[in-house]
């Protein structure tokens, strides 16, 4: 059962980390003294709807061997597109901003998929591009959004631990879930991480994948980042590489490869949840910024290095080179075991 | 990013209308049309053409070629490009700061070791293990800027004695920097051509694969080639202490995504294996050309980002056009 698990990171990792941030959430009074409320789990969720869509989006272009860095771009316009548009509709900037985000994304995407060119340089191009485009839509400056009422209506609890953000965090997981396991994109975008040539060999349109994939990201991105500009009641014009590190770190925690071609939605939910659970214990022990943002580094640069191929040959290596000194002096000992 | 390299189309007919010696190159097509429009909108601009502005765009690309030359070594040697590069400047220059009391020489070396050390240790992953050199650069940025934060409490750094006003003087008219960039640009440009470790460089960016199975030192030409990388992004860092006179943990500013345009733009495969340090050189000098140009016709600078990124991407393009069709 163990042996079985180990060789499945995309459901082991994800689970172990769950259970292991679950378990520091609850021993969290231990600490502080302050005996856990319904307002703490409300704030986890919360902090989940902050990262979970931007985790999503990026997940599901790195399950197919991408990386879309263009995410925090993407999430920083859509913030300032939603507060630009929406003072007096909500509905209306939320629409502008997710279109802009998926339009942005369809022709990452295309381009992406068309000249096949590696995703990361074009999302770290279009990402320079959309941090001028937000700064030169706000002046460099923040942007406050005067819509009290919407703001007061997106943060309000529904049923005591959940808002409106995490809700629809919740639901955009259940949708790629659903879609990733009932139909077969799911084993095709995966297909198509694993090993593109022989992927399109065998008939997977992987364009048409790629450039759905973007689109989804940019999407999700750009709802991700309307939703807290609302939350917040102010859009930042460049909030940053956070989003993306935290995202990100919630990715490789959730199973998914920076190879890619392993992973999927549930996982990235449980990769989310645990780092909305760390930045929950965070606040809630009180650990200075520097080393809040220390540890998710650590974190981050560990669980890079632990990925890379390079260690792993290595090791395999290293293993081998003991496995083989073991069988000669086997082979040498004088008490008659047998040769091998 | 390493299959999007091998599964092209089957070879086409694609060029028959062509001359067979002289193909249209987008990429030289492209930076032409730039350079014309740069020229063109230049000439209708009052007070571009002149002396004081040559000297002005100059001295603003000082800065960020520095670094960006040593960008263009670890982009050749395949390991793409890093995004720690604000941070590690900062950290130069804090360093650079700190050691004043030590005489400018002892401070100069502290700094470009502390630059060579910090940078090649992340060489070092990527190079051994094969890391993801976006993402662990990102991860080992936040790693600096949270240590920085914490050794210096957050505070501004201000210099006990200030050994450096010799690097803020500008022999000839132009910035000390100008000079430094120049020199480091012919000397990278000859250590990637002619030294050993140099063309290693090229062959372990064109192909990894190949590198390793003709017994490269995989590692340690990587490991050397961030190691320059370092000393370029302290090279910067001190120049940006000896200018502001002090230190915070936003020194840095965007010089990451600076460098990285400005070698982009440059020609330089974001793959490996092409570019030149003196195309940086270029790319450098032609972005704050464009930048300067926006700031004269009174345009944020946001604008000048957006289009940064755009010429990126279309250079990026017209590099990756004319790399698949010379494969065809």
């Known amino acids: 059962m163990i042996r079985r698990l180990a060789s499945r990171p995309e459901v082991l990792v994800p689970v172990v980390a769950l259970v292991v941030m679950l378990i520091a959430f609850l021993c969290t009074p231990l600490i502080n003294g302050r005996a856990l409320t319904s307002f703490d789990v409300y704030n986890t969720f919360q902090g989940l709807a902050q990262l979970g869509l931007l985790t999503l989006g990026l997940g599901l272009t790195m399950i197919a061997g991408e990386f879309d860095l263009s995410v925090v771009g993407t999430y920083a316009l859509g913030g300032m597109i939603a507060v630009r548009a929406g003072q007096s509709s909500p509905v209306l900037g939320l629409v502008a901003a997710v279109a802009a985000g998926a339009a942005i994304g369809a022709a990452q995407g295309g381009l992406i998929a068309r000249l096949r060119i590696p995703s990361l340089v074009v999302t770290l191009a279009t990402y320079i591009a959309l941090l001028g485009l937000t700064s030169a839509m706000s002046g460099g400056l923040d942007v406050t959004y005067n819509n009290t009422a919407a703001t007061l209506w997106i943060d309000q609890p529904v049923a005591v631990i959940f808002s409106v953000p995490s809700l629809a965090t919740l639901a955009a997981f259940a949708v790629a879930a659903v879609i990733f396991g009932g139909t077969k994109i799911g084993r095709e975008v995966r297909a198509a991480g694993g090993d593109r040539r022989a992927s399109r060999v065998a008939g997977i349109r992987v364009d048409r994948a790629l450039v759905g994939l973007f689109t989804a990201s940019g999407t999700l991105a750009a709802l991700s980042g309307a939703l807290f500009s609302y939350s917040y009641a102010t859009a930042n014009p460049n909030p940053g590489f956070q989003p993306l590190i935290l995202s990100a770190v919630g990715c490789l925690v959730g199973g998914v490869s920076l190879a890619g071609g392993r992973g999927r939605p549930a996982g990235l939910l449980a990769g989310a949840l645990s780092v909305a659970l760390l930045g929950q214990i965070d606040a809630i022990t009180a650990i200075p910024d520097y080393l809040t943002e220390l540890l998710y580094a650590a974190l981050l640069g560990v669980i890079v290095a632990i990925d890379a191929p390079g260690l792993r040959r290595g090791l395999d290596r290293l293993r081998a080179r003991a496995l083989t000194t073991r069988l000669q002096n086997r082979r040498h000992t004088p008490d008659g075991e047998p040769h091998l | ?328």
Not at chain 2, 211 to 237: E, S
Not at chain 2, 241 to 258: E, P, V
Not at chain 2, 265 to 270: D, E, F, K, L
């Open chain 2, 1 to 328: 990013m390493t299959t999007a390299k091998s599964d092209r189309r089957p070879p086409m007919a694609a060029t028959r209308w062509a001359p067979a010696r002289w193909r249209a190159d987008p990429l030289d097509i492209g930076i032409v049309v730039v350079v014309l429009a740069v020229i063109v909108a230049g000439i209708l601009t009052t007070r571009f053409f002149s002396l004081a502005n040559a000297r002005a765009i100059l001295a603003s690309s000082a800065w960020v070629g520095i670094t960006a030359i040593g960008a263009t070594v670890v982009m050749i040697a395949g390991s793409a490009v890093s995004l720690a590069v604000s941070q590690t400047a900062t950290v130069a220059a804090m360093v650079f700061l700190e050691t004043q009391q030590f005489g400018l020489p002892v401070a100069i070396i502290l700094t470009l070791a502390s630059g060579v050390v910090i940078t090649a240790l992340q060489g070092a992953v990527i190079g051994f293990w094969t890391a993801n050199p976006i993402v662990l650069t990102i991860a080992a940025g936040f790693a600096i800027d949270g240590v920085a934060i914490w050794i210096s409490g957050g505070t501004t750094v201000y210099p006990q004695v200030t050994a450096f006003n010799a690097l803020n003087g500008t022999p000839l008219g132009l910035p000390l920097a100008v000079y430094v960039l120049i020199a480091l640009t012919v000397l990278a440009e000859l250590f990637l051509r002619r030294a050993t470790a140099g063309r290693h460089m090229y062959l372990l960016g064109e192909n990894p694969a190949a590198a390793r199975a003709a017994g490269l030192p995989v590692g340690r030409v990587t490991v050397v080639a961030w190691a320059i990388f370092g000393a370029c992004i302290a090279l910067t860092g001190i120049f940006l202490a000896a200018f502001n006179t002090s230190a915070n943990s936003s020194l840095g500013g965007t010089l990451s995504l600076d460098a990285i345009a400005a070698v982009l733009v440059g020609g330089t495969a974001i793959g490996g294996g092409k570019g030149s340090a003196l195309r940086t050189l270029g790319g450098a000098v032609l972005i704050s050309a464009i930048s300067d140009l926006l700031l004269l016709r009174g345009f944020s600078t946001g604008i000048q980002l957006l289009v940064k990124g755009i010429l990126v991407l279309m250079v990026v393009v017209a590099v990756h056009v004319r790399s698949t069709r010379s494969r065809r």
